[in-house]
């Protein structure tokens, strides 16, 4: 089955420097790729979303990035403030599994003032 | 629009005992999965129900767990009984289908923890 892998498991940044976490994915099918935010005692929030026949897409601050053919994708984050400090998940999901998506272990982020 | 609704946000039980979660997804949402996420790690699925139906379960330990769906709205989801390993936060999730490109929506979670 799907096996996702994230790294790194914990960044710390400046204010107003980039963040920049990495994914990859081992099944060739996966067609979804969503990036989860998840503040402390609060469930995972999307941010941002990504579906296999797009390359890039952006939001005001934040950037997703798709390589299919090395399997894996990042998500980029500019300007980052402190509110931007969480932890992040970065998932797939397989068309043949319906919408069962695989998490990877997550990242948090901490943004100094 | 109400996001989903998870009960209770808490519970502190003791092993052996039984516990029940509650859900009500988004309004017209016909998907609901549950998912445990343990301590420092990305939400597992345990199992997905596309209206009344429970599609995909293969990731619950059916020996103590179950999960109910019956009017294709709200769901719960119960362990009986409950082992000090089920200590963890269950996540329920909606989305408007279960296509494998469908965004879905996470409630704020139950923190269970087991004594």
């Known amino acids: 089955g799907e096996n996702v892998e994230q790294h790194p498991s914990t960044l710390s940044v400046q204010e107003g420097d980039s963040a920049v976490i990495k994914c990859t994915y081992s099944?060739?099918?996966?067609?979804?790729f969503p990036w989860y935010k998840q503040e402390l005692g609060k469930g995972p929030q999307l941010i941002i979303d990504i579906r296999s026949n797009v390359g890039e897409k952006k939001d005001q601050r934040i950037a997703v990035t798709l390589n299919k053919t090395a399997k894996h994708f990042s998500l980029h984050i500019t300007e980052t403030q402190p509110e931007d400090s969480a932890v992040y998940f970065c998932a797939a999901a397989t068309y043949n599994q319906g919408g069962k998506l695989i998490f990877g272990q997550g990242t948090e982020l901490s943004v100094k003032p | 629009e109400a996001g989903v609704v998870q009960s209770p946000r808490y519970k502190i039980i003791e092993k052996k005992q039984p516990v029940a979660f509650w859900c009500n997804p988004i309004s017209g949402h016909n998907t609901l999965y549950w998912y445990l996420q343990n301590l420092g790690q990305g939400p597992e699925l345990l199992i997905r129900?596309?209206?009344?139906?429970?599609?995909?379960d293969s990731q619950l330990p059916k020996d103590r767990f179950s999960a109910e769906r019956l009017k294709g709205v709200d769901s719960t989801l119960k362990i009986q009984p409950a082992e000090l390993g089920d200590s963890a936060v269950y996540l329920c999730a909606s989305s408007v289908s279960g296509g494998p490109q469908e965004t879905q929506y996470f409630g704020p979670g139950t923190r269970l923890l087991v004594l």
């Open positions: 129900y596309e209206n009344e139906e429970a599609v995909d």
């Open positions: 099944d060739s099918a996966s067609n979804y």
